[in-house]
T-cell receptor, first 114, second 115 residues
Framework: GENVEQHPSTLSVQEGDSAVIKCTYS??????FPWYKQELGKGPQLIID?????GEKKDQRIAVTLNKTAKHFSLHITETQPEDSAVYFC?????????????FGSGTRLLVRP | GAVVSQHPSWVICKSGTSVKIECRSL??????MFWYRQFPKQSLMLMAT?????????EQGVEKDKFLINHASLTLSTLTVTSAHPEDSSFYIC???????????FGAGTRLSVL
């Protein structure tokens, strides 16, 4: 089955700097890769997603890149702000018999220092 | 759009009692709903998938008789934790998807504490 690895587990950046979180997946048939932001005590919020027919997608300060050959995708946050502090999860789906299931990475705790 | 409401947000119960958690899609019809469990500082673990009008599909290791799932309508799914024990204390989160099952929208979660 699919396996998603996420790094780093924690990331601390200065306000205004960029943050990059990386994920790798194992199932080459996976074709959908969303990123979720989870604040303390709340459910995950979808912030951006990308499909396998696209290499990059951008939404204001957030961008995601996908390298299908290497089977990895990354989240880029520019001009970070304190309110970006949260836990971020990557996920993958679309492969195998259970193509609709989301397989989550282990999460990255992002701290933006004011 | 794509709002998922989960209730209650927090529940405390005595060991041996049952607890029901509701998950509603407010502005779309959810053909599929998912139930996850999340322990502190860990990732989300899928417990089961439910399609409207049919039995839920449980992940390996999840007891279907303990975690009863009902998806009677396109906007409502419920998870009942039966005979709850302290080890069932966790953060339970539902998600819902419409035609495109890949895209899931999550509820705010329910924190269950079993005394």
């Amino acid at each position: 089955g699919e396996n998603v690895e996420q790094h780093p587990s924690t990331l601390s950046v200065q306000e205004g700097d960029s943050a990059v979180i990386k994920c790798t997946y194992s199932d080459s048939a996976s074709n959908y890769f969303p990123w979720y932001k989870q604040e303390l005590g709340k459910g995950p919020q979808l912030i951006i997603d990308i499909r396998s027919n696209v290499g990059e997608k951008k939404d204001q300060r957030i961008a995601v890149t996908l390298n299908k050959t290497a089977k990895h995708f990354s989240l880029h946050i520019t001009e970070t702000q304190p309110e970006d502090s949260a836990v971020y999860f990557c996920a993958a789906s679309g492969g195998g018999d259970s193509s609709y299931k989301l397989i989550f990475g282990s999460g990255t705790r992002l701290l933006v220092r004011p | 759009g794509a709002v998922v409401s989960q209730h209650p947000s927090w529940v405390i119960c005595k060991s041996g009692t049952s607890v029901k958690i509701e998950c509603r899609s407010l502005d779309f019809q959810a053909t599929t709903m998912f139930w996850y469990r999340q322990f502190p500082k860990q990732s989300l673990m899928l417990m089961a998938t439910s399609n409207e009008g049919s039995k839920a599909t449980y992940e390996q290791g999840v007891e279907k008789d303990k975690f009863l799932i009902n998806h009677a309508s396109l906007t409502l799914s419920t998870l009942t934790v039966t005979s709850a024990h302290p080890e069932d204390s966790s953060f339970y989160i539902c998600s819902a998807s419409s035609g495109n099952k890949n895209i899931q929208y999550f509820g705010a979660g329910t924190r269950l504490s079993v005394l």
